[in-house]
Antibody, heavy 116, light 110 residues
Framework: QVQLQESGPGLVKPSETLSLTCTVS????????WSWIRQPAGKGLEWIGR???????NNNPSLKSRVTMSVDTSKNQFFLNLSSVTAADTAVYYC??????????WGQGTLVTVSS | QSALTQPASVSGSPGQSITISCTGT?????????VSWYQQHPGKTPKLMIY???KRPSGVSNRFSGSKSGNTASLTISGLQAEDEADYYC??????????FGGGTKLAVL
């Protein structure tokens, strides 16, 4: 059974870059789309972007060019970088696999706080 | 890329049926039968309940069903149980290979 685990710094300073890793276990990362989603405290879900294991990516236009994603198939990991962060980027960040035009499974989520 | 529109809250009594709507546009919900629904209990990870508009993943109760009419998708929960009390989110594939979520609906089981 595929499982996902997010990891990364829990605290990022304003204007810096948020960097997260999603580690996939129990299955291969290859031949799937993998998404990042975030959820500010008490608010709804926001899709950030997705990437295929060949490197193709699609991003939420609202985040413009601040998002970059990459993958390391040898380590079964994929990555999110979000640049020029502000307090509005404080949220729980989830990674998830796309399956049958839906998102499942999800990682447990990691809280990232943007503060000086 | 605007969020899909969901009611902020719905409520029902145990045993009753409720429906949560998810309204989009002809560019998202109306164009694709690719709406999924997620259940999220407080402090927990979202759980897939419905995919491709009306299909249930293995292990999801048949009390949960999905449908679509025009630009509006719906999630119906029949035989409400206390454990169904949670937040529910719809999500749709849209053009340019991106996804959009609804704002979420809080279900209260009275």
């Amino acid at each position: 059974q595929v499982q996902l685990q997010e990891s990364g710094p829990g605290l990022v300073k304003p204007s810096e870059t948020l960097s997260l890793t999603c580690t996939v276990s129990g299955g291969s990362i290859s031949s799937y789309y993998w998404s990042w989603i975030r959820q500010p405290a008490g608010k709804g879900l926001e899709w950030i972007g997705r990437m295929y294991t060949n490197g193709n990516t699609n991003n939420n236009p609202s985040l413009k060019s601040r998002v970059t994603m990459s993958v390391d198939t040898s380590k079964n990991q994929f990555f999110l970088n979000l640049s020029s962060v502000t307090a509005a980027d404080t949220a729980v960040y989830y990674c998830a696999r796309e399956y049958r035009s839906s998102l499942a499974p999800w990682g447990q989520g990691t809280l990232v706080t943007v503060s000086s | 890329q605007s969020a899909l529109t969901q009611p902020a809250s719905v409520s029902g009594s145990p045993g009753q049926s409720i429906t949560i709507s998810c309204t989009g546009t002809s560019s998202d919900v109306g164009s694709y039968n690719l709406v999924s629904w997620y259940q999220q209990h407080p402090g927990k990870t979202p759980k897939l309940m419905i995919y491709e508009g009306s299909k249930r993943p293995s292990g999801v109760s048949n009390r949960f069903s999905g449908s679509k009419s025009g630009n509006t998708a719906s999630l119906t929960i029949s035989g409400l149980q206390a454990e169904d009390e949670a937040d529910y989110y719809c999500c749709s594939y849209i053009s340019s290979s991106t996804w959009v979520f609804g704002g979420g609906t809080k279900l209260a089981v009275l």
